[in-house]
């Protein structure tokens, strides 16, 4: 071959790389398009039963039946167990997108596909959990958490109830102080200590299917806001097969996907609470100034307010993204102090950002924003918007994170 074939052959294989990169991005594209398309079919039914789903405190029945019709439930898993193997951004997209329309969706929507990533990155080298998705996909499962337990509170790194071993079977019997959507979900998946002799933090996560289980309520949910995750609190009594314990332990699971993974998914949820609050402040603004002959109302400029802080929130979401996709392959990144410290204080700047634009939002509004009568109400996103901040404290997370700020440095540059 000659030196100019050699080139010849090079160029043409770089054109056909350049081909099937363009092509899998523009397959990628019309995915995420054809996700969002479905997404805002169900964001419709949502809207629709969402003051029904707050005044009643019940769970959003058609909104998930909706997103099962859509098949969103299964959306992220990989097409080979199938499923379409969308992204995280994509995810956070349809949180975001069901936060501006119904809050409860939204949080059940992100807590769902918390378990869900989970099983999908920890999971895939395990034949039971390889079904258990094949059968997520089918039946299109709703998945609910259990990570909250006893005296312990919002602790999720701490479990008080042990897994029960006999040969290879299991049970589990634990006091869980909340389990959002606990008795419409298909299946829970949930920490719990390795065994009765190990130390409180050596967790497993464990997935129970609906047909392994029995709930017994402890407390219900008549909660301010958030009404339609229905977070009441069980003594959940579990058995099944050692297999379905996953085999990675809990302490990388956390690490590396629940927490990065649920903080993005609820602050997508929160800034569509904010994104809606705005919308109504605008919407205020616009009428005011009409019917004022062109001048503004008093409260206009919290509206300007609320812009930017929803900016804010937005790019601090969109950063946070390309962070964790950035490294999502890479489980040294993700366990280091930087990225984790980084993770845990989106969620604690994302629901105050989103706390303050709801906020700002209602001040646009005035009386009619404070109304639950009015048009321009924006009290219940104020209530839903309100849970941010407490689910998993922001103390807590600031408290946890406080010795890893004594051994971060402070960059020379702002370009480090």
């Known amino acids: 071959m000659t030196l100019h074939e050699a080139d010849e052959d090079r160029r043409v294989a770089r054109s056909a790389m350049r081909g ?42 058609e909104a998930i039946d909706a997103a099962r019709a859509e098949r969103l439930l299964s959306a992220a898993v990989p097409p080979e167990l199938g499923g379409e193997g969308v992204s995280t951004a994509d995810i956070v997209d349809v ?6 329309n119904c809050a409860s969706t939204a949080m059940i929507y992100a807590m769902h596909q918390t378990k869900v990533a989970c099983l999908v990155r920890h999971g895939r080298g395990s034949p039971w959990h390889q079904r258990l998705m094949r059968r997520l ?13 006893g005296r312990a509170g ?32 298909d299946g829970i998946v949930t920490t719990a200590r390795r065994s009765p002799e190990a130390a409180s933090s050596d967790q497993v996560l464990v997935a129970f299917l609906k047909e392994d289980y029995a709930l017994k309520r402890l407390n219900g949910w008549d909660a301010f806001g958030m009404r339609g995750t229905c977070s009441e609190g069980f003594t959940l009594s579990a058995s099944g097969s050692a297999e379905q314990i996953l085999p990675v332990g809990y302490d990388k699971i956390h690490a590396q996907t629940m927490m990065p993974f649920a903080h993005l998914a609820w602050s997508g949820a929160w800034a569509g609470i904010a994104a809606s609050a705005v919308d109504r402040a605008r919407a205020f603004v616009r009428k005011a100034t009409h019917g004022g002959g062109g001048t503004m109302p008093p409260g206009a400029q919290h509206l300007t307010r609320a812009n930017a802080t929803l900016r804010t929130l937005r790019s601090l979401i969109a950063a946070a993204l390309q962070r964790f996709e950035a490294v999502a392959s890479d489980p040294a990144a993700l366990e280091s102090i930087d990225f984790q410290t980084g ?10 950002l989103a706390v303050a634009t709801v906020m700002s939002a209602m001040q646009a509004c005035g009386l009619s924003g404070y109304r639950n009568d009015s048009e321009f109400s924006v ?18 997370i600031l408290a946890n994170i406080g010795a890893a700020s004594l051994l971060s440095g402070t960059p020379a540059s702002l370009r480090d």
């Not at 996909?137 to 337990?149: K, N």
């Not at 993770?343 to 105050?352: G, I, Q, R, T, W």
């Not at 009290?379 to 807590?396: K, Q």
């Open 379 to 396: 009290g219940r996103h104020l209530r839903d918007i309100l849970s941010s901040p407490v689910m998993i404290s922001n103390d807590r």
């Open 154 to 185: 919002g602790d999720v790194r701490n479990s008080s109830a042990p897994i029960e071993w006999r040969d290879s079977r299991i049970t589990l019997e634990r006091q869980a102080t909340v389990i959002s959507y606990a008795e419409a979900a």
């Open 343 to 352: 993770m845990n204080m989106l969620k604690v700047n994302a629901s105050e």
């Open 20 to 61: 099937i990169l363009i092509a899998a991005s523009n397959l990628h594209a019309e995915g995420s398009a054809d996700l969002m398309t479905r997404a805002e079919k169900v964001a419709v039914v949502a809207a629709t039963h969402a003051a029904a789903v707050d005044a009643e405190s019940r769970f959003p029945k």
């Open 137 to 149: 996909c089918a039946e299109q499962l709703l998945l609910a958490s259990s990570t909250t337990e």
């Open 95 to 100: 949180c975001y997108m069901l936060g501006r």
